[in-house]
């Protein structure tokens, strides 16, 4: 064989590692993962008559619905922030972690017809359903800041500027526990499609059991709903992330801790039984 063809020769079987991650297989099709990236983004919104502007006015929508809701019929206090910009915070972080989950979380069944013609690592559709849903959150992220402008010129809030080094490690973190909880469930599906069914359901309860629309402080001296709330890993991400912007926020290193080791081992796990499921997949999806 002579060099030039030995450079294209794929060779393919089954993995005895179990452990084996196979992401330099992954890191070769980084250019698939930038084509299914655009693909989505593209499909997405082809045929709608607003756009990519849903990608602004539904976190904005719903945010205004939240601070009538939530902020004046419920009367909870949110720190002295504006109720508009602290839900579009905390909108803007917690879609990015959900949609990454519930997304990733239908790979193997709605790619089901694509994985079965031709060969390629299913982990790049599910990286790329990630970059998806951060790419969507820069868009969010444009219309908090400009938000944000208007509430600082006004001396309303005041972001905690030595802390801004940190966001984008916060960002990559809620997406990443995303993609890691997503390929899980995703593997899972294949022999149980029940689970399929429960991730709109349990993401929807693991929403109100953060502190998305209301802060962390609101549950001090409630003993230990307080101390489990702590151990929910995405409550660090939130509260850090509206510490940063919005100067406002409970920062627990236990917490930042356990948030760090959940996503490690959500990415660890999902990753493993991913690689290990795609084998065999297409005969019981």
Not at 158 to 166: G, V
Request: aromatic letters at 12%.
């Amino acid at each position: 064989m002579s060099r030039t063809e030995d450079n294209y020769h794929v060779h393919i079987d089954g993995k005895e590692n179990p452990l084996q991650l196979n992401l330099k297989e992954v890191w070769r099709y980084r250019d698939l993962i930038v084509l299914f990236t655009k693909r989505t983004l593209t499909l997405t919104y082809k045929q709608t008559i607003l756009g990519p502007a849903w990608l602004v006015l539904t976190p904005f929508l719903t945010s205004v619905v939240y601070a009538v809701v939530f902020k004046g019929i419920a009367g909870i206090n949110t720190n002295g922030i504006p109720g508009l910009l602290f839900y579009l915070c905390s909108n803007g972080l917690w879609t990015l972690f959900a949609s990454s989950l519930k997304r990733n979380s239908a790979t193997f069944v709605v790619n089901a017809r694509v994985f079965a013609k031709v060969y390629f690592p299913r982990l790049t559709i599910s990286i790329s359903t990630m970059l998806n849903a951060l790419i969507e959150f820069l868009i969010v992220f444009a219309m908090i800041v400009i938000i944000l402008i208007y509430y600082l010129l006004a001396g309303e809030v005041e972001p905690a500027w030595k802390l801004l080094w940190l966001l984008p490690f916060v960002v990559l973190i809620a997406g990443a526990m995303g993609l890691g909880l997503g390929v899980l469930v995703s593997s899972l599906t294949t022999k149980y499609r029940d689970l399929r069914m429960l991730v709109d359901f349990g993401v929807m309860l693991w929403m109100f059991a953060t502190p998305v629309v209301y802060p962390l402080s609101q549950l001090e001296g409630s003993g230990i709903l307080y101390k489990v709330m702590l151990w929910n890993p995405m409550t660090a991400p939130m509260e850090l992330f509206r510490k940063i912007m919005l100067g406002q926020g409970y920062i627990d290193p236990i917490s930042v801790i356990s948030t760090l080791v959940f996503t490690a081992a959500a990415l660890l796990a999902g990753i493993l039984i991913f690689n290990r499921v795609e084998r065999t997949f297409i005969d019981t999806v």
